[in-house]
């Protein structure tokens, strides 16, 4: 995954005291024109930099703090980055200031998660078992199952087809999502005929402004595009898969 790093100083305006050549490709910016400046050249409107000095505050205590948050590339576009805060130490193991971790999260808002969709989808708890909370229609019809109301609370494996490995795959996408990562892979599904059936599955984490971490994580499947030759699931920051819906 594509994933840049600058270490910053602990005291606002936090100068940025070095950086990776990735930073550029993230966030569109030249190294050069990064070092010698401030985190504020990532901040717009949407950053909530207080909670992003709060973690950053934390870094010093020796602890990590991973959080979704809303950073501007060079051109002015926002995007949603998992952000990770941790302490960078010196060669006798002193704090010196606080390594940044950036990457993209695939985060979504809650509205656009509830949004009407095409094809199959859930939402369910970041926690694991990962229980159902809400699913749509299509849900319900691809894969047989009980009545929405009957489903809510039933741990998201349970969708999965007899494999153990099927439940483990469909879970460790969830897990991604729930730290804050799209993920997808291919997943075999009991569906609603009674066979199994590998399925595209979109994992992609719903984010929490008010806690700056996420909320929900919205399962989708769709039809298994042709080039998926492999079941494993893998976690990405690539376009999600085609939703084709499910016949």
Same mark, same amino acid.
């Given at each position: 995954?594509?994933?840049?790093?600058?270490?910053?100083?602990? +005291? !606002?305006?936090?100068?940025?005291?070095?950086?990776?050549? *990735?930073?550029?490709?993230?966030? =569109?910016?030249? +190294?050069?024109?990064?070092?010698?400046?401030?985190?504020?050249?990532?901040?717009?409107? /949407?950053?909530? $930099?207080?909670? #992003?000095?709060?973690?950053?505050?934390?870094?010093? #205590?020796?602890?990590?703090?991973?959080? #979704?948050?809303?950073?501007?590339? $060079?051109? =002015?576009?926002?995007?949603?980055?998992?952000?990770?805060?941790?302490?960078?130490?010196?060669?006798? %193991?002193?704090?010196?200031?606080?390594?940044?971790?950036?990457?993209?999260? %695939?985060?979504?808002?809650?509205?656009?998660?509830?949004?009407? $969709?095409?094809?199959?989808?859930?939402?369910?708890?970041?926690?694991?078992?990962?229980? #159902?909370?809400?699913?749509?229609?299509?849900?319900?019809?691809?894969?047989?199952?009980?009545?929405?109301?009957?489903?809510? =609370?039933?741990?998201?494996?349970?969708?999965?087809? /007899?494999? !153990?490995?099927?439940? &483990?795959?469909?879970?460790?996408?969830?897990?991604?999502?729930?730290?804050?990562?799209?993920?997808?892979?291919?997943? $075999?599904? *009991?569906?609603? *005929? %009674?066979?199994?059936?590998?399925?595209?599955?979109?994992?992609?984490?719903?984010?929490? !402004?008010?806690? *700056? =971490?996420?909320?929900?994580?919205?399962?989708?499947?769709? &039809?298994?595009?042709?080039?998926?030759?492999?079941?494993?699931?893998?976690?990405?920051?690539?376009?999600?898969?085609?939703?084709?819906?499910?016949?």
């Amino acid at each position: 995954a594509m994933q840049a790093v600058v270490i910053v100083s602990y +005291e !606002p305006p936090h100068w940025i005291l070095a950086s990776d050549c *990735a930073a550029s490709g993230i966030l =569109g910016y030249r +190294e050069a024109h990064i070092l010698s400046r401030t985190l504020k050249i990532f901040h717009g409107p /949407r950053t909530d $930099s207080s909670r #992003l000095t709060a973690a950053i505050k934390n870094s010093a #205590l020796q602890r990590t703090t991973a959080l #979704l948050v809303d950073l501007y590339e $060079s051109s =002015g576009v926002c995007r949603n980055m998992l952000v990770s805060c941790s302490p960078f130490l010196d060669r006798s %193991g002193v704090p010196v200031g606080c390594r940044i971790c950036i990457e993209p999260s %695939g985060a979504i808002p809650l509205s656009e998660a509830l949004d009407d $969709s095409p094809f199959p989808k859930a939402l369910v708890s970041p926690d694991d078992p990962h229980p #159902l909370q809400l699913i749509n229609a299509r849900f319900e019809h691809a894969f047989g199952l009980a009545p929405a109301h009957l489903l809510l =609370g039933t741990p998201l494996h349970a969708i999965a087809g /007899r494999s !153990p490995l099927a439940s &483990s795959q469909l879970c460790a996408l969830a897990q991604s999502a729930a730290a804050g990562r799209l993920a997808h892979g291919t997943v $075999s599904i *009991a569906t609603a *005929a %009674g066979a199994e059936r590998a399925l595209a599955v979109t994992c992609v984490p719903v984010a929490d !402004p008010q806690t *700056a =971490g996420v909320s929900h994580v919205l399962v989708r499947f769709a &039809s298994r595009p042709p080039a998926a030759a492999t079941p494993r699931p893998h976690c990405e920051h690539a376009a999600a898969p085609a939703c084709l819906g499910l016949a």
